[in-house]
């Protein structure tokens, strides 16, 4: 059997894996879906609880829809919001339904290389298919070759750790019974009874930051959760941009989460700690934990801590592939500077696609939420469009595989997240290039213009640099 003949692996059944499997189909390619997880959408499925920010509308791949469509499934009302479980319910499952076999469960692959080559054999490498190991729930194993490879697999699964230097804090470990690194589902009794009246440590600041203070502020509204308080620390100031964009930001549920997380600070459920960077877990007499910063500052013991400061791409199984990845924030080197919150915190993205999602190692791809490593910002619809790209791309249609096209509706902050002990001045002074002009929805076009936009921002300005 011919290469070209071999089916197209995509590693993951969540929103990119599934629309990649929808693209393939669409243009007579054989994809085989493996997920690890029991159903698809497994990723989505443990936050379950956890409404999203953006709309069904913005949450559908357009070409899903129309391999729904003569299954009788109609796509909920797009102004609205669905939660996790929605999206995996109502949305994820259907369409793995749609594509039958072609979606394996419980098989997850533990190792990627080119058949009979490692990652050092140069000869006629690329004439060689690919080799997937996959491990099955039942145990069984099984190699499979494949024409080109997708690896769709997220990031849920290795969650970035509390110490402030991106290692696990001394006692992180030992401290496990305390700390969860998911946003609590406090609808549920025995999470609930975890945190009412409790002292709870939240550690990050982004999306899911906001989420966890915002659901302990109305615990600790509630008949059952009087004394609730949450203890918000920030390894940066408090600044302007601090609670992201609010009214600002083109996602206003996205902009809603940060106001929640400044009330439940304004209305006295929530101190921040500011500048603190977590060194160490130490345990009080009561077994409490006491959090200590690199700056020696130790903090009032907390009962738990929820530990929400990121994702980082589970490269483990991809170590006899020459990928080419960005030394900070391990994704795709074309990529990563026009995500890098070192620079970038608008949300907006320049339209990619295959180009800057391919490595020196030809045909395998790592699209969405794993395609940005360790950067934020990641929203289902840019995954769409890569997977979109990079489908063309396989299927050899150059034409339309650069034909990227991609808007997206910007945080409402601007600039890069900057020294992490000084709050970003130019959000202060309320003056900044960010604060002024209402943001507009940016017409995006192809990366030959993006040199112009940099060079007219101001240094260290918004949204260009
Ligand atoms: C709490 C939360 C809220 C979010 N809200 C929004 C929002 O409102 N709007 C938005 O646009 N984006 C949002 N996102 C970001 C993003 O869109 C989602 O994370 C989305 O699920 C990413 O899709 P994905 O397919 O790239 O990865 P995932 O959904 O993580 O899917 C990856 C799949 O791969 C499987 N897998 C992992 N490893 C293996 C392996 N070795 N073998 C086989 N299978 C494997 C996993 O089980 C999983 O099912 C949110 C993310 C989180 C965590």
């Not at 997880?37 to 509308?57: I, K, N």
Request: proline content about 6%; charged content about 25%.
């Amino acid at each position: 059997m011919s290469t070209q003949q071999l089916p197209v692996v995509v590693i993951g059944a969540g929103p990119a894996g599934l629309a990649a499997a929808t693209h393939l189909v669409e243009r007579g390619i054989e994809p085989l879906v493996l997920e690890a997880g029991s159903r698809a959408g497994a990723a989505v499925r443990e936050w379950s609880h956890v409404r999203l920010f953006s709309t069904w509308g913005e949450v559908v791949d357009p070409a899903a829809e129309k391999l729904l469509a003569p299954t009788g499934w109609t796509r909920p009302d797009p102004a609205t919001y669905p939660s996790g479980g929605d999206w995996a319910e109502q949305y994820l499952q259907p369409l793995a339904d749609s594509l039958g076999d072609r979606v394996r469960t419980g098989a997850t692959v533990t190792g990627v290389s080119r058949a009979g080559r490692d990652r050092i054999v140069d000869a006629d490498r690329e004439q060689q298919p690919f080799v997937v190991h996959v491990e099955y729930a039942d145990g069984r194993e099984e190699r499979v070759l494949a024409r080109a490879v997708i690896d769709a697999s997220g990031t849920w699964t290795t969650p970035s750790p509390a110490g402030g230097s991106g290692l696990p804090a001394l006692g992180e470990k030992a401290a496990a019974d305390r700390i969860t690194y998911r946003v609590p589902d406090l609808k549920d009794p025995a999470v609930r009874a975890r945190y009412a009246g409790k002292r709870t440590a939240v550690i990050g600041s982004g999306a899911s930051g906001f989420t966890a203070l915002a659901y302990l502020a109305e615990l600790a509204k509630s008949e059952d959760g009087k004394g609730t308080h949450a203890v918000w620390v920030l390894r940066r100031g408090i600044s302007g941009s601090t609670f992201g964009g609010g009214e600002a930001d083109q996602l206003p549920a996205r902009g809603a989460l940060g106001l929640a997380a400044k009330a439940a600070v304004d209305d006295g459920y929530a101190d921040a700690v500011t500048g603190f960077r977590t060194e160490a877990f130490e345990r009080d007499g009561d077994g409490r934990l006491v959090l200590v910063g690199e700056d020696g500052r130790r903090l009032e013991p907390v009962d738990e801590a929820i530990v929400l400061t990121g994702f980082r791409p589970d490269l483990s199984f991809l170590s006899e592939i020459r990928l080419g990845l960005d030394e900070r924030l391990q994704a795709p080197v074309e990529l990563a500077p026009l995500i890098d919150p070192n620079q970038h915190s608008c949300g907006t993205v320049y339209p990619h696609g295959h180009r800057e999602l391919s490595h020196p190692e030809q045909g395998i791809y790592l699209v969405g939420m794993k395609s940005y490593g360790r950067a934020p910002t990641f929203l289902a619809m840019t995954g769409y469009e890569q997977v979109r790209s990079v489908v063309a791309a396989i299927a050899g249609d150059l034409d339309s595989a650069d034909r990227v096209e991609l808007t997206l509706p910007e945080t409402g902050v601007c600039g890069g997240a900057g020294l992490f002990d000084t709050p970003d001045t130019q959000q202060t002074d309320g003056g900044g290039c960010c604060a002024a002009p209402e943001p507009q929805l940016v017409e995006l076009v192809a990366p030959t213009a993006v040199g112009t936009a940099a060079e007219e921002a101001p240094a260290g300005g918004c949204c260009g640099s």
